[in-house]
């Protein structure tokens, strides 16, 4: 009996390593970068603004087909992973903001939050990784282009113009041709 129970277990263990396996198999990230300039006049303190929304040029077709696969294919997409880098002025980091929430739009796409970060310490640094919303973005990915907007509060004055590189890292989940 102990044997069988033994056997058992293996073999589930098995199963559902190997069904893991598979699942990474159609599992992959594309990965976008988009810079976006704030004019200092915006930054200011105790007041919500809301950036331009600046265009991003999906092009998705070629990551697909490299990754064996077809926009139609696409099962699920997610913000996986988002970065700010606060690339100048050089004399700045990012203790200016409070808060701040990115939103991902597009023609005839509603304007989706994906992903924010509250209460930013004075001491914040150059370098701010983001809360993801975990919203789905299959047809943002698979449109021609979407569109990114910031939202965010200032506690600080800044005295010139920030650029911010925003990294994106979504996850795509797709069935193979």
């Given at each position: ?45 105790g007041l919500t603004v809301m950036g331009a929304p600046v265009v991003i040029n999906a092009d998705t077709k070629e990551e697909f087909r490299k990754q064996n ?17 606060l690339e100048s002025p050089a004399n700045e980091d990012f203790g200016f903001l409070k808060d701040v929430e990115l ?75």
């Open positions: 009996m102990n044997k069988i129970t033994l056997l058992l277990f293996a073999c589930a263990v098995l199963l559902v390593g190997g069904c893991k396996q598979i699942d990474k198999l159609f599992t992959f990230n594309i990965n976008r970068s988009q810079a976006i300039t704030v004019p200092k006049m915006a930054i200011i303190p696969t077809a926009a139609e294919l696409v099962k699920d997409v997610t913000l996986h992973k988002i970065i700010m880098n939103f991902l739009g597009g023609d005839n796409l509603p304007e989706v939050s994906v992903a924010y970060l509250r209460d930013i310490p004075a001491n914040a640094g150059r370098t701010l990784e983001l809360t993801t919303t975990n919203v789905k973005l299959d047809k943002y990915l698979k449109a021609n282009s979407y569109t990114l907007r910031t939202r965010g509060t200032a506690d600080e004055t800044v005295l010139e113009d920030i650029t911010v590189k925003v990294d994106m890292t979504f996850k795509v989940t797709a069935d193979l041709l």
